[in-house]
């Protein structure tokens, strides 16, 4: 399998550990900030952005939804306010994240359609042809192995299911593109040393973000991976950008 340049960006230089092991170990540290500063950092336009993401399955109106790299669980949450599907499963690397998304689901009473647990995005613990469609927000640029990745949720996918990545790209206009490197580079990072008590995190955001394969080149690696009439979605002057593809 290839490897890709963000495959190697890890949150913790010095560390010994996987990839895999210190962005759990990151999401750990930073779970009890992680919705604020989310909405913080992108003045709240990331729930917008989630809702576009979620909005490419309703025609497909799928009854059986994973959602991986769940985090707190927002996408699984506004995924069932949206869709309202039988089912979606949640999964996370990161206990810390998971317990607080877990606090979440029982206090807006969706246990009953929404689970969450540990699980690995590149080792994934279903049967083939599961899930009427899978989703991944910000979470695709924390794979170790981007191919095994998209490998596992394609085998996971029914024949006609679709998949939906949302992820961080770069900015081509280039005077927006000097203040979004400003801001990445200098105030997401301070904000996360000045609020999460954690500048490794939203370093390694940047640094990830940098190195991803985005646009036409992850459209490439999803074809690669089996995925057919795959498309994207630029969103906000190319800050975010929605890939999807169906098997």
Not at 47 to 52: E, P, T
Not at 64 to 72: C, F, H, I, K, S
Not at 132 to 160: C, S, Y
Request: charged share 25%; glycine share 8%; hydrophobic share 40%.
């Amino acid at each position: 399998m290839a490897k890709y340049a963000h495959d190697t960006i890890v949150p913790f230089k010095e560390s010994d550990l996987s990839k895999k092991q210190q962005v759990a170990n990151m999401f750990d540290k930073i779970a009890f900030r992680y919705d604020f500063l989310n909405r913080f950092l992108s003045a709240g336009i990331d729930v917008s952005w989630r809702k576009k993401a979620i909005k490419q399955l309703k025609e497909l109106q799928p009854q059986y939804v994973l959602d991986v790299a769940t985090g707190t669980g927002d996408v699984a949450i506004l995924t069932q306010k949206m869709l309202r599907p039988a089912k979606i499963t949640g999964i996370d690397i990161s206990d810390g994240m998971l317990a607080i998304g877990e606090k979440k689901i029982e206090k807006l009473g969706l246990k009953n359609t929404i689970s969450l647990e540990i699980g690995d995005s590149e080792d994934l613990n279903f049967a083939d042809n599961s899930f009427d469609a899978i989703t991944v927000a910000f979470g695709v640029r924390n794979f170790q192995n981007l191919e095994k990745g998209l490998g596992e949720m394609l085998r996971v996918l029914k024949p006609g299911g679709k998949l939906v990545v949302l992820e961080f790209s770069r900015p081509k206009q280039l005077l927006f593109k000097g203040v979004y490197n400003l801001y990445m580079n200098t105030i997401a990072p301070g904000f996360g040393k000045l609020i999460a008590k954690n500048k490794d995190a939203y370093q390694y955001l940047n640094d990830s973000v940098q190195r991803f394969p985005e646009g036409q080149q992850f459209i490439e690696i999803l074809n690669k991976a089996g995925y057919k009439a795959t498309y994207c979605k630029v969103l906000t002057m190319g800050i975010c950008s929605i890939y999807c593809g169906s098997k």
